[in-house]
């Protein structure tokens, strides 16, 4: 109950961009949204990073790896176990958290295949497609995520969906080569209808450049439609000037979600 009036709320929230009586709800869902990303984090580091046996991760991007890492670390430092282990960076945030915590910083020429990679996601639907790239790392996350044997994904409870874009109200994210945004956000929504929008920066003028030079289209598909996202992921890749979609089909193994109640609940492909 309390569960669904929080994802309602959020949607509600950054649909209505005025509406700022929120905060109460917003207050205690921060501080439970992060007990929720460090439970799902270190779930998900115990059960696979064993010692011994995992030599290569994959290390994602975005703020709940950030405990996943800490995990790492501390099995490192103060266990001492697992001094062997490479990580791979998804992002310039990743290898900066991997040097920061004196963990073996990889790359994908030397070590190609990964053990597991550990990343987070924006949304998860009942079927595991992840919508990923809130962050904008998205090209590096799936490319890593493809050279892993095993993809793994940590979250809070407010990215378990049954649909997307039922929590996740931003889009798809989609890089792209700059010069070809204009003609790939029109193709895009001529395609399948709703929005895609230039990312734009916070903090600089213009657009968000990402780690690779490219930009970023956020696409705000129609909530309502049915689409089939393995069709979708596929069409939109085919386009010219299309990098990489955040579109995550068919690649999550387990998802470990922080919940509200402080358990952490797994969802399986059994594929
Ligand atoms: O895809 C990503 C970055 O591009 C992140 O993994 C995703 O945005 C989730 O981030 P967070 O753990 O902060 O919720």
Same mark, same amino acid.
């Given at each position: 109950?309390?569960?669904? &009036?929080?994802?309602?709320?959020? *949607?509600?929230?950054?649909?209505?961009?005025? $509406?700022?009586?929120?905060?109460?709800?917003?207050?205690?869902?921060?501080?439970? &949204?992060?007990?929720?990303?460090?439970?799902? !984090?270190? !779930?998900?580091?115990?059960?696979w990073?064993?010692?011994?046996?995992?030599?290569i991760v994959g290390i994602g991007s975005?703020?709940?790896i950030?405990?996943a890492?800490?995990?790492?670390?501390?099995? +490192?430092?103060?266990?001492?176990?697992?001094? @062997? &282990?490479i990580c791979v960076p998804t992002? $310039?945030?990743a290898?900066?958290?991997?040097? @920061?915590?004196?963990?073996?910083?990889g790359?994908l020429?030397?070590y190609?295949i990964l053990d597991v990679a550990i990343d987070?996601?924006?949304?998860? @639907?009942?079927?595991?497609? *992840?919508?990923?790239? %809130?962050?904008? *790392?998205?090209?590096q996350e799936k490319i890593v995520a493809a050279c892993a044997k095993r993809f793994v994904?940590?979250?809070?409870?407010?990215?378990?969906?049954?649909?997307?874009?039922?929590?996740? *109200?931003?889009? /798809? #994210?989609?890089? +792209? !080569?700059?010069?070809?945004? +204009? #003609?790939?956000?029109?193709?895009?929504?001529?395609? =399948?209808?709703?929005?895609?929008?230039?990312?734009?920066?916070?903090?600089?003028? %213009? #657009?968000? /450049?990402?780690?690779?030079?490219? =930009?970023?289209?956020?696409?705000? =598909?129609?909530?309502?439609?049915?689409?089939?996202?393995?069709? /979708?992921?596929?069409?939109?890749?085919?386009? #010219?000037?299309?990098?990489?979609?955040? &579109? =995550?089909?068919?690649?999550?193994?387990?998802?470990? $979600?922080?919940?509200?109640?402080?358990?952490?609940?797994?969802?399986?492909?059994?594929?």
């Open positions: 109950m309390l569960l669904s &009036l929080v994802r309602r709320s959020r *949607c509600l929230i950054s649909s209505i961009g005025t $509406f700022s009586t929120s905060s109460t709800v917003k207050m205690s869902e921060t501080i439970s &949204l992060d007990q929720a990303k460090k439970l799902a !984090a270190r !779930a998900a580091v115990e059960e990073i064993i010692e011994g046996e995992t030599k975005g703020s709940t950030v405990y890492v800490e995990r790492l670390a501390e099995r +490192v430092w103060k266990d001492g176990e697992l001094s @062997d &282990l992002s $310039f945030q290898r900066s958290l991997i040097l @920061d915590h004196n963990l073996n910083l790359d020429d030397r190609p987070g996601a924006d949304e998860v @639907d009942s079927r595991m497609v *992840c919508i990923k790239g %809130g962050g904008g *790392c998205l090209m994904v940590v979250a809070d409870y407010t990215k378990k969906s049954l649909r997307l874009g039922e929590q996740w *109200c931003k889009g /798809v #994210p989609i890089e +792209v !080569a700059p010069i070809a945004h +204009v #003609p790939i956000k029109l193709k895009i929504e001529a395609m =399948f209808g709703g929005e895609a929008h230039l990312r734009m920066a916070k903090a600089k003028a %213009g #657009p968000i /450049v990402t780690d690779n030079g490219n =930009f970023l289209l956020d696409w705000k =598909f129609v909530a309502k439609r049915e689409y089939d996202w393995d069709e /979708v992921n596929h069409a939109i890749k085919m386009i #010219p000037g299309v990098m990489e979609t955040g &579109l =995550f089909v068919g690649m999550a193994h387990k998802c470990y $979600f922080g919940m509200a109640d402080g358990n952490v609940k797994a969802q399986v492909n059994s594929k």
